[in-house]
T-cell receptor, first 114, second 114 residues
Framework: NAGVTQTPKFQVLKTGQSMTLQCAQD?????MSWYRQDPGMGLRLIHY???????DQGEVPNGYNVSRSTTEDFPLRLLSAAPSQTSVYFC?????????????FGPGTRLTVT | GNSVTQMEGPVTLSEEAFLTINCTYT??????LFWYVQYPGEGLQLLLK?????DKGSNKGFEATYRKETTSFHLEKGSVQVSDSAVYFC?????????????FGGGTRVLVKP
């Protein structure tokens, strides 16, 4: 199993540009999520999905869109990038939706918006 | 709302020293508690977890006990190695929520010197 994969690893955008961060998992996990990591703030939840066709907002959803058309993929879209979105983005998946389930994280995408 | 507070780093230790990282939490219900570790350039991976009061999680020589009376989940290791150099995150996931959303502390960087 490849686990959770993310592409690209690094990206530089100009303010106002759009892009999609890709995330895929091959473990048939129901639950997938996106976090952003900023210095001293830990990880904060952006959006999550409890199954194909079902998504919901996390703590910091503004400026981001998601969709989940398949179990495997959960892309994160930035429609109009802003410098405040400079961060490291992590995708995660989990085999269940209960609170005791471990989450498996991808290697991250480092995004810089100039 | 939920929150997790952990000691700020960096924590610098010599090899074979004793490590403690304090973590306290605020939650409205009865959360599951986790320690995740992030090695340089990688995503997060689960180190240990505890799902109810007085549970002790352990892995790779690390231990943490779920203390409901003090709302704490401190991480300890008796003898650290250089390979333990990483950022450690305390996190909680509250039972009964839709999806297993994680709330993270700010992370504690640990540097172990030979």
């Amino acid at each position: 199993n490849a686990g959770v994969t993310q592409t690209p690893k690094f990206q530089v955008l100009k303010t106002g540009q759009s892009m999609t961060l890709q995330c895929a998992q091959d473990m048939n996990h129901e639950y997938m999520s996106w976090y952003r990591q900023d210095p001293g703030m830990g990880l904060r939840l952006i959006h999550y999905s409890v199954g194909a066709g079902i998504t919901d907002q996390g703590e910091v959803p503004n400026g981001y869109n998601v969709s989940r058309s398949t179990t495997e993929d959960f892309p994160l879209r930035l429609l109009s990038a802003a410098p405040s979105q400079t961060s490291v983005y992590f995708c995660a998946s989990s085999p269940g939706t209960g609170s005791s389930y471990e989450q498996y994280f991808g290697p991250g995408t480092r995004l810089t918006v100039t | 709302g939920n929150s997790v507070t952990q000691m700020e780093g960096p924590v610098t230790l010599s090899e074979e020293a004793f490590l403690t990282i304090n973590c306290t939490y605020t939650a409205t219900g009865y959360p599951s508690l986790f320690w995740y570790v992030q090695y340089p350039g990688e995503g997060l991976q689960l180190l240990l977890k505890a799902t109810k009061a007085d549970d002790k999680g352990s892995n790779k020589g690390f231990e943490a006990t779920y203390r409901k009376e003090t709302t704490s989940f401190h991480l300890e290791k008796g003898s650290v190695q250089v390979s333990d150099s990483a950022v450690y995150f305390c996190a909680l996931s509250e039972k009964g929520t839709a999806g297993n959303k994680l709330t993270f502390g700010g992370g504690t960087r640990v540097l172990v010197k030979p």
